[in-house]
DNA sequence: TGTCATAGTATCATTTTTTATACTAAAGGA
DNA sequence: TCCTTTAGTATAAAAAATGATACTATGACA
């Protein structure tokens, strides 16, 4: 019971030395969360989650979405038309990310007034 | 209730599209979510931290904790001694953070095993 | 024939994040 | 006097993430 260290669990073996690292490269990042959150209420378009994205480009969209397409997150759906139409949504294995997703909204809803007069308090000498 | 878009809220107004962008403004980047978790059950020391986040670079960790506390969800107890001691734990706020940790720590360790699989799949050709 | 819309790609530039490495103070002990 | 420890800081460099801009295919429509 020395300088052993094996009991830090079996996550090591994944390459995570947690559980919440794990969690991370899945959703991590600057857009996937809201993402994902606005993917909660069914399936939208390419142009609609630009829209509903504002900041990102259409370049960081499409490499977003192709990571959690890659990771089973959500499904991309091609229609045979022209002007293209391609619909994403949540997989089964997605939706399992909601109560995340749900909890980070539940948050900021209620705390983020708080975060931003603390940070204009902040901000005199900054 | 034609091009209007007032209706996103009023979140615009605080600089974030949705309150998900609010809440990863918080505990967005590499590190945070699993500095907090480790945090959970109690005051740690710079090192011990250091040592539970392997990975993690001296500086990074002291950034990472300098923007935690900024925002007021860490306190830092500095000891006066020699060699120092500095402790650093939740604030009441930071609590405030504990459920969207848990459920991440909770999908990580329901799902890690499937995505860790899935991606060794997938890099077939990768 | 020229124009429009959608859902992208390609290329390059910039910004941000992260790392590596060396350095510091100060008290106690050998 | 020198070495050890902790919790950092300083500086520069490298790597990763993100952004700006221009470009493409295709069918419908004027």
């Given amino acids: 019971m020395n300088n052993q260290q094996f009991d830090l669990s079996n996550w090591q073996s994944y390459g995570y030395s947690c559980p919440v690292e794990a ?4 959703i991590g990042g600057k857009w996937k969360s809201v993402i994902l959150y606005h993917l909660i209420d069914g399936e939208i378009r390419f142009n609609e989650l630009k829209r509903l ?7 960081m969209l499409t ?5 959690l397409e890659r990771d089973g997150i959500i499904h991309r759906e091609v229609y045979k038309q022209v002007p293209p139409k391609v619909e994403y949504s949540l997989t089964l294995f997605g939706k399992t ?20 007069h603390h940070r204009e308090q902040a901000n005199v000498k900054d």
Avoid: A, F
């Avoid at 969690?23 to 899945?26: P, V």
């Avoid at 490499?63 to 990571?67: H, P």
């Avoid at 990310?97 to 931003?116: A, D």
């Fill in 23 to 26: 969690t991370l490269d899945i």
């Fill in 53 to 59: 994205v504002p900041g990102i480009t259409q370049r």
């Fill in 63 to 67: 490499l977003q979405l192709r990571e």
């Fill in 97 to 116: 990310l909601i109560p995340i997703i749900k909890s980070m909204l539940q948050w900021g809803i209620e705390h983020t007034e708080k975060i931003v």
